[in-house]
């Protein structure tokens, strides 16, 4: 087919076509069937969103006014707890014992070391109590455990004081 009687076809098509029955009377009455079922759809998604608020209420409700059972995690967890503790205490009681910490000089030096030891040791028996309750809580996990090492590492550095110059050593008092 050349491109003239192509156009020529298309001429001849008609410019407007009439369906062979009326289709308004039947769009006019799916319009009015409309708004009702729109309303039915939205009294259901209420009515759903009524019943899972009332679900979740009531979940709420009894993780609240139920007792709390101990997780068996939570009991593994402070037995853990407990034996880092006494592992904790053996390592500061071996220091002390074979080191110079009890004959530090009492000097302005030795005396912040001294008070930083006794708070730390207060701060780490407070977050075991709150690790008691919420062993799960991360956060207390690293406070405790840097509380722990910085105790150790003061003791250590306290290795380094100068001891105690006893009379009855040197011969001389000062």
């Not at 302005?108 to 030891?117: D, E, M």
Request: hydrophobic share 40%; glycine share 4%.
């Amino acid at each position: 087919m050349s491109q003239q009687s192509f156009d020529e076809l298309i001429e001849q098509l008609p410019r407007e076509l009439t369906p062979k029955k009326d289709l308004w009377p039947e769009i006019a009455h799916q319009l009015e069937q409309a708004p009702s079922h729109h309303a039915m759809s939205t009294s259901a998604w209420k009515q759903f969103a009524i019943a899972c608020g009332l679900l979740l209420l009531g979940g709420f409700g009894y993780r609240l006014w139920l007792p709390q059972q101990e997780n068996p995690n939570d009991a593994q967890m402070l037995a853990m707890m407990a034996q880092l503790r006494q592992q904790h205490e053996q390592q500061v009681t071996f220091i002390e014992q074979h080191s110079h910490f009890n004959q530090w000089q009492h000097a302005s030096l030795t005396a912040p070391l001294s008070r930083g030891v006794d708070e730390l040791r207060a701060a780490s028996a407070q977050i075991y109590l709150a690790l008691q309750k919420d062993p799960k809580d991360q956060q207390l996990w690293q406070l405790w455990i840097w509380s722990q090492q910085r105790e150790i590492d003061l003791l250590t550095q306290g290795q380094q004081l100068p001891e105690r110059i006893y009379a009855e050593k040197k011969g001389t008092r000062i």
